[in-house]
């Protein structure tokens, strides 16, 4: 049965200001979606009657992409990535989806992660009102660190580039890699989810509120773009020190940009005497925070005092693959 594995993802820098055309850096995390297909006497979705209109990226992706007329098919999917929390969740399940329909209908036909990667995208965008950053279904079907930007990004191994037709007109994004040096092979990521979802929608148009009102939060911008530069130039020297402060720096701008809760906050900060940095990750409000670290159970263990759910990953896991 053809079975596939997408990862998701967890933001490092540039979360909002990505929304201004600066880059956001994102990397795969071990946790993602597996789905698997076959073909079945009626239409069966984890077990359960397949109801299309409930699943917008699967049935986009069955539509749409395949253009798909043949007999029923029995789906299963297992996520092992908290939903609505900024993990990458429905990008992962679309190139997973994506990946196995591929299997199943191709079998003999390798595997096209940029091709899977702006299908994805197209999955979203219609799932969400034709407005989606293509960063989750990137990072997802890429793996590694991903860099995301309006333009190409110094430093960075370009791979693709994608647009959209957005309500608000038409948008374009650079799609860029940075090789994780093997140096950083014993730093661990420890995710720590708040337990309440996080509004992307909302909190983008809270910081544009903000913005509107008081325009010298504009700077805040500019900020987080420098620190994502010297983010990446530490990531890609594999140190680890200099990630990590860049980490707690961004913190502090997304907070002058409101968009931390005190739940977050409280994570980050049980976080950080055993971390090398700690941030909220994604667009803030809930969802969750991410902490670098050589001791992840230890992380793991305050950020449960904390209040929070914490799961542990490596930096930039493998991409969709198949099973
Ligand atoms: O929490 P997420 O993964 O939906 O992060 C959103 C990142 C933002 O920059 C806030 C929005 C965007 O479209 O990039």
Same mark, same amino acid.
């Given at each position: 049965?053809?079975?596939?594995?997408?990862?998701?993802?967890?933001?490092?820098?540039?979360?909002?200001?990505?929304? =201004?055309?600066?880059?956001?850096?994102?990397?795969?995390?071990? #946790?993602?979606?597996?789905?698997?297909?076959?073909?079945?006497?009626?239409?069966?979705?984890?077990?359960?009657?397949?109801?299309?209109?409930?699943?917008?990226?699967?049935?986009?992706?069955?539509?749409?992409?395949? #253009?798909?007329?043949?007999?029923?098919?029995?789906?299963?999917?297992?996520?092992?990535? =908290?939903?609505?929390?900024?993990? &990458?969740?429905?990008?992962?399940?679309?190139?997973?989806?994506?990946?196995?329909?591929?299997?199943?209908?191709?079998?003999? @036909?390798?595997?096209?992660? $940029?091709?899977?990667?702006?299908?994805?995208?197209?999955? @979203?965008?219609?799932? #969400?009102?034709?407005?989606?950053?293509?960063?989750?279904?990137?990072?997802?079907?890429?793996?590694?660190?991903?860099?995301?930007?309006?333009?190409?990004?110094?430093?960075?191994?370009?791979?693709?580039?994608?647009?959209?037709?957005?309500?608000?007109?038409?948008?374009?994004?650079?799609?860029?890699? $940075?090789?994780?040096?093997?140096?950083? %092979?014993?730093?661990?990521?420890?995710?720590?989810?708040?337990?309440?979802?996080?509004?992307?929608?909302?909190?983008?148009?809270?910081?544009?509120?903000?913005?509107?009102?008081?325009?010298?939060? /504009?700077?805040?911008?500019?900020?987080?773009?420098?620190?994502?530069?010297?983010?990446?130039?530490?990531?890609?020297?594999?140190?680890?020190?200099?990630?990590? /402060?860049?980490?707690?720096?961004?913190? @502090?701008?997304?907070?002058?940009?409101?968009?931390?809760?005190?739940?977050?906050?409280? /994570?980050?900060?049980?976080?950080?005497?055993?971390?090398?940095?700690?941030?909220?990750?994604?667009? %803030?409000?809930?969802?969750?925070?991410?902490?670098?670290?050589?001791?992840?159970?230890?992380?793991? @263990?305050?950020?449960?005092?904390?209040?929070?759910?914490?799961? /542990?990953?490596?930096?930039?896991? #493998? &991409?969709?693959?198949?099973?």
């Amino acid at each position: 049965m053809p079975s596939a594995f997408a990862p998701g993802k967890c933001i490092l820098f540039g979360e909002h200001a990505v929304v =201004f055309g600066h880059p956001a850096v994102a990397v795969a995390i071990d #946790q993602g979606v597996r789905v698997s297909v076959e073909a079945s006497d009626r239409w069966k979705l984890e077990g359960s009657s397949f109801e299309p209109s409930r699943h917008p990226h699967i049935s986009h992706i069955i539509r749409n992409i395949f #253009q798909y007329s043949g007999p029923p098919l029995d789906i299963d999917v297992d996520s092992s990535l =908290f939903s609505a929390a900024g993990m &990458g969740s429905s990008a992962a399940l679309s190139n997973a989806f994506g990946a196995a329909m591929h299997a199943h209908l191709n079998p003999d @036909e390798e595997l096209d992660a $940029v091709k899977l990667a702006k299908m994805a995208h197209s999955a @979203e965008a219609t799932a #969400q009102k034709g407005r989606a950053s293509p960063t989750d279904t990137a990072t997802s079907a890429l793996g590694g660190c991903v860099v995301v930007s309006g333009s190409e990004v110094p430093g960075t191994r370009h791979v693709f580039d994608t647009s959209l037709k957005t309500p608000e007109g038409s948008r374009e994004w650079s799609i860029n890699v $940075v090789d994780i040096p093997q140096g950083i %092979g014993d730093a661990w990521l420890v995710i720590g989810y708040s337990g309440t979802g996080s509004p992307t929608g909302r909190m983008v148009a809270k910081v544009a509120k903000l913005i509107s009102e008081v325009p010298e939060r /504009m700077e805040e911008m500019e900020a987080i773009a420098n620190i994502t530069r010297a983010g990446l130039a530490a990531l890609s020297a594999g140190n680890l020190e200099g990630l990590g /402060m860049a980490m707690d720096a961004c913190h @502090e701008s997304l907070r002058k940009l409101e968009v931390s809760s005190s739940k977050l906050d409280r /994570m980050v900060n049980a976080a950080r005497p055993h971390s090398m940095g700690a941030k909220l990750t994604g667009a %803030g409000g809930g969802g969750c925070m991410v902490a670098l670290t050589h001791d992840p159970t230890r992380v793991s @263990e305050a950020i449960e005092v904390a209040g929070g759910r914490p799961l /542990m990953s490596r930096l930039g896991a #493998q &991409g969709v693959r198949f099973l």
